[in-house]
């Protein structure tokens, strides 16, 4: 994949997460005037995992045809859940552990915090799945 190719698809990545992850923050803390870092961190299990899988899974399936031979839906699939429980294991206790002596958030630190994250993660994501689908493919 050529590099303005994947800065293209990491680009899309990362504006289609941030605008989901604004979404379902939206959703889960509207009119919260004091989000606890305990619903945070909560809230960041599923926010980290379905970033990463989506991150991972949606460029790829995309993507896949471009590639000879074609790698099965079911590789990246699995590859895809493997990467986001690996960013959920990574961002969580992190996140955790950075917010430790905070008593909470309010609305506009919530979405300074999970808008770049997200973006963080899709850009991680993203960039390797699609790097490493090639070189798994071509090796």
């Not at 303005?4 to 509207?30: C, D, K, P, Q, Y």
């Not at 074609?70 to 690996?86: E, M, Y």
């Amino acid at each position: 994949m050529s590099g303005g190719m994947l800065a293209r698809e990491v680009a899309v990545s990362i504006a289609i997460n941030s605008a989901l992850n604004l979404g379902f923050t939206w959703l889960a803390f509207h009119g919260v005037e004091q989000v606890s870092v305990d619903a945070l961190v909560i809230d960041l299990i599923p926010t980290a995992f379905m970033i990463a899988l989506m991150g991972s899974v949606v460029p790829s399936l995309i993507n896949r045809r471009r590639l000879s031979p074609l790698p099965s839906v079911r590789f990246i699939l699995l590859r895809g859940v493997g990467l986001a429980l690996l960013a959920a294991a990574v961002t969580v206790p992190l996140a955790a552990l950075l917010l430790r002596g905070i008593s909470g958030l309010d609305w506009a630190q919530v979405l300074y915090l999970k808008l770049p994250l997200g973006a963080v993660i899709a850009l991680g994501v993203t960039t390797w799945s699609l790097r490493d689908l090639g070189r798994k493919i071509h090796a």
